[in-house]
């Protein structure tokens, strides 16, 4: 994905508050209202390497301190 796609309307792309501040000619901040949710999943191969371990183990560590899953 790239900018132009952006901005010629082929695609979309979430962006954080920060991103309206600095933003390319030709695309426009729409920021949500209310309250928005979006899921991410976190994917990785079946064999994962020490690099692949320490990815998950950080997630699993911020999900739970941000009490994104369930106890």
């Known amino acids: 994905m790239s900018q132009r796609d952006l901005r010629d309307g082929v695609t979309l792309a979430p962006a954080g508050k920060a991103a309206g501040t600095a933003q390319p000619a030709g695309l426009t901040w729409r920021p949500l209202r209310g309250a928005p949710s ?6 990785l191969p079946r064999e994962q390497s020490p690099l ?6 950080a ?11 369930p106890d």
């Open 52 to 57: 692949h371990r320490r990815i998950r183990a």
């Open 38 to 43: 979006l899921t991410f999943h976190l994917v």
């Open 59 to 69: 997630a699993k560590t911020l999900a739970h301190e941000l009490h994104w899953l």
